[in-house]
């Protein structure tokens, strides 16, 4: 194939010119397998930016995260369990019992937030996107972590979801710092944000500011968890 | 997103139409290649390829978006072709299990022969040398003319554009 014949074909494929009129070339200057050249510029001009796509995709896709932070977590606990004495394991069993019959008292109230299906198109960021994904995956650390490098930008969904994922962490007072941020009560995150606020309290034992802000929920007859706070106060006062 | 909007998207490689592709769809992707002897990263090397393929396709005309055809349905093919072109080459007997019901219930033909066409040649490309490969990479994927390409390769206008067709035909050796 001649340079002038290449350059004809990427014109022809980049629509500067006509079918007819590179038929008519082709005619003009012999060229018999015509259909073979338009396949094999065509091809190769693929090839060359399919090649520049999978680079700019191992550039902007996540990628895989092996859930190191709860392997961790489980090792860590084997470790401790191993070492521990019977008398702190005793000691540790008592409470843990204790947790777990508070748990099953306000299991019926716990939200789950599945976050958000994440759409990058509509953030535009690509570090709340990257987050968000962790969150979806339940990997509450990381996304702590992904967060609180962009919490400067002052976003309700930063807010939110770092406020969340303290809680599902279980470091409540964090959860509280970001859930009760003024950026969340015009949100439409308010709603989640408010319950989880309640579990939040009641999980460290502060029954009083829960019911506060119980009573509050139940002003709001449209508030998403309106009928779960009512039961929740029931069970309390029982 | 609307599957014109993907298709647009995709066709203009916008990043936020991949990045929510791979959001919306690469469980189930991961759990087609997991079932079928795959790993995690097997499955993020298909979903990869298959949103190239899926970039060819829509290139070159292979796909064309119509109301009988989710863009999902087709993604999803397309990756499964291309594992299972990647499982066969390794063990030939083995039978793909179906993963996605939905999915799998529009069985549709998805041609991935202009795909590998296309792959061959990118791992060609890889043969020639760092010159010619940054200046095709110039060239055709950021689209620069030859004035800024000469600019940036410390040569002539008129050797970047002889350069271009050499290259050219150096991959075309390597392919024959």
């Known amino acids: 194939m001649k340079q002038e014949h290449l350059e004809k074909i990427e014109d022809y494929l980049k629509s500067n010119i006509t079918l007819e009129n590179l038929k008519l070339y082709a005619k003009k200057e012999g060229i018999e397998d015509l259909d073979m050249q338009i396949e094999w510029v065509e091809n190769f001009t693929l090839a060359v930016e399919a090649d520049g796509l999978k680079d700019q995709l191992k550039e902007i896709l996540p990628q895989q995260v092996q859930p190191k932070t709860k392997v961790r977590r489980l090792y860590t606990l084997k470790y401790i369990s191993g070492i521990a004495a019977a008398s702190a394991l005793m000691l540790f069993a008592y409470f843990g019992l204790q947790d777990s019959s508070d748990n099953n008292l ?37 996304t702590i972590e992904k967060l609180s490098a962009i919490e400067g930008e002052k976003s309700d969904t930063i807010s939110y979801y770092l406020g969340a994922s303290y809680y599902y962490e279980k470091d409540f007072a964090n959860a509280r710092k970001y859930l009760t941020q003024e950026i969340l009560t015009k949100s439409t995150f308010a709603d989640k ?5 309640v579990l939040s309290y009641i999980k460290s034992d502060r029954d009083n500011p829960a019911m506060d802000l119980i009573q509050k929920i139940k002003e709001k007859p449209n508030h998403k968890f309106y009928s779960e706070a009512i039961k929740l106060e029931n069970t309390i006062k029982k | 997103m609307t599957d014109q909007e993907i298709f647009n998207g995709v066709a203009a490689k916008d990043n936020n139409t991949f990045t929510y592709l791979y959001s919306e769809y690469k469980n189930m992707i991961y759990s087609m290649v997991k079932k079928n002897s795959g790993n995690e990263n097997d499955a993020y090397d298909i979903f ?119 290259c050219m035909q150096n991959l075309r050796a390597l392919y024959k």
Request: aromatic share 12%; net charge neutral; charged share 25%.
């Open chain 1, 106 to 142: 306000y299991t019926q109230f716990e939200y789950q937030d599945p976050g958000l299906p994440v759409q990058m198109s509509a953030t535009e960021n690509y570090a709340l996107f990257d987050a968000l994904t962790y969150f979806g995956e339940e990997n509450y650390s990381t």
């Open chain 1, 193 to 197: 944000a408010e319950w989880l606020t």
């Open chain 2, 48 to 166: 990869q390829e298959g949103l190239v393929a899926l970039w060819v396709n829509i290139s070159s005309g292979k796909f064309i978006l119509s109301d009988k055809v989710k863009l999902s349905s087709y993604l999803y093919t397309l990756c499964r072709n291309i594992w299972i072109s990647r499982i066969r080459k390794a063990k030939p007997t083995q039978e793909l299990q179906a993963t996605d019901e939905n999915a799998l219930s529009e069985e549709m033909e998805v041609d991935t022969d202009k795909y590998d066409k296309v792959n061959t040649l990118m791992l060609n490309l890889k043969k020639l040398g760092q010159a010619c490969q940054k200046l095709l990479r110039l060239f055709y994927y950021e689209k620069a003319g030859l004035k800024l390409i000469a600019e940036k390769m410390d040569i002539t206008e008129k050797t970047a554009k002889n350069n271009k067709y050499r």
